[in-house]
């Protein structure tokens, strides 16, 4: 399995190379299409890992996988050393850890921004109302809805609930963010209030594992950008060395469509 590589590509020391989430020879069919052929991954604490392929190379079932919404079939997925793929894991304190934002926004239409977003801390972390809002009404500030606290989904742009999206994500303060393909189902004008938000929770410290197709993005954001092809990791690295001179063909194949 490769060691996790900074931004430059260097190897991280021994004692900082403890993975926030590890995935371990993950392996997952529906039926007799094998969607993800032994899957080798580890996610570094505070690294933005980006995961591109074609249709259909298993992104968003990886994703799935790690946020138990699929069982694997065979391997491991551990998430700070904790076996979550052990059946008899208690999934919504696993869930608690993992925030996850879809491509669909999923918010309750009839609850207001602020209800959204406070909602898994008083139900599943069990917070007090008026603490479990406070911290939704940071995050808010943070994303830049403060104002819109009241309002309820019906009211906002598409980027604006996506934001709201990430925000509800961010409320139990996960180990890691997944984030799968959050972009596709906007218009290209608010594309880029979404992938800002994005670049400013990097400059945090945020824990990201992301599906994109926005190519531009995952070469300028991320610090590990992972090329899947039918189910499994063909290629690894920094997005400098990844999108110019990628080793294996099907990489190139792919990346020359973005550049062509």
Do not use: C, W
């Not at 709201?164 to 209030?193: F, Q, Y």
């Amino acid at each position: 399995m490769s060691a996790p590589v900074t931004p430059a590509g260097g190897a991280v020391p021994a004692a900082e190379a403890a993975p926030v989430l590890r995935l371990e020879g993950v392996r997952k069919a529906f039926g007799d299409t094998t969607v993800l052929d032994g899957i080798d991954l580890d996610v570094a604490r505070d690294e933005v890992v980006a995961l591109i392929g074609a249709s259909g190379s298993g992104k968003s079932t990886l994703l799935r996988t790690v946020n138990l919404l699929e069982t694997i079939d065979d391997g491991r997925i551990t998430l700070d050393g904790t076996d979550i793929s052990d059946p008899r894991v208690r999934v919504d304190a696993v869930r608690a850890r993992i925030g996850v934002v879809f491509q669909h926004f999923n918010l309750f239409p009839h609850m207001t921004v602020l209800e959204n977003v406070s909602l898994a801390s008083r139900h599943v972390l069990h917070q007090p109302r008026r603490e479990a809002e406070q911290r939704a009404l940071e995050l808010l500030e943070r994303v830049g809805l403060g104002d819109k606290a009241r309002s309820y989904p019906d009211r906002l742009s598409g980027g604006q609930q996506q934001r709201v999206a990430i925000a509800r994500a961010l409320a139990p303060r996960p180990a890691v963010l997944l984030l799968d393909e959050i972009t596709s189902a906007l218009d290209p004008e608010l594309v880029g209030e979404v992938l800002d938000l994005v670049r400013t929770l990097k400059e945090v410290g945020t824990t990201i594992l992301m599906a994109t197709h926005e190519m531009a993005f995952a070469r300028d954001v991320a610090d590990r950008v992972v090329f899947l092809d039918a189910g499994r990791v063909a290629e690894q690295g920094p997005p400098a060395q990844l999108f110019t001179a990628p080793r294996t063909e099907r990489a190139r194949d792919f990346l020359a469509r973005f550049t062509a």
